[in-house]
């Protein structure tokens, strides 16, 4: 059983900045990060930032500049550096991984979520 767990949440006044973290364990050939996704209050799940192939990176508009998204294969892990949060950034953030399973397996797999809100 493979598991994405998020962390790094919380509360965060406006201007300030929070580090996520998604640490992948398990049964796990490889894994490859795709990327952040967010969903606010009341809205639909939207892409915050992705790695594309190649290594390269990809951002909504409404983050760039002030979030980065990078990957540590060592560690499992993915992180997303969020830098001058606004309130508009409060929402719930998860991670999403396509993790080879056995030799002629991949499975896409998300994590429960973390929570981040920004408000004065």
């Known amino acids: 059983q493979v598991q994405l767990v998020e962390s790094g949440g919380g509360l965060v006044q406006p201007g300030g900045s929070l580090r996520l973290s998604c640490a992948a364990s398990?049964?796990?050939?490889?894994?490859?990060?795709m990327g952040w996704y967010r969903q606010a209050p009341g809205k639909e799940r939207e892409l915050v930032a992705r790695?594309?192939?190649?290594?390269?990176?990809n951002y909504a508009d409404s983050v760039k500049g002030r979030f980065t998204i990078s990957r540590d294969n060592a560690k499992n892990t993915m992180y997303l550096q969020m830098n001058d949060l606004k309130p508009e950034d409060t929402a719930v953030y998860y991670c999403?991984?396509?993790?080879?399973?056995?030799?002629?397996?991949?499975?896409?797999?998300w994590g429960q979520g973390t929570r981040v809100t920004v408000a004065s």
């Open positions: 999403n991984a396509a993790v080879r399973v056995t030799a002629g397996r991949i499975d896409a797999y």
């Open positions: 790695f594309l192939s190649g290594g390269s990176t």
């Open positions: 398990g049964s796990i050939f490889s894994i490859n990060f």
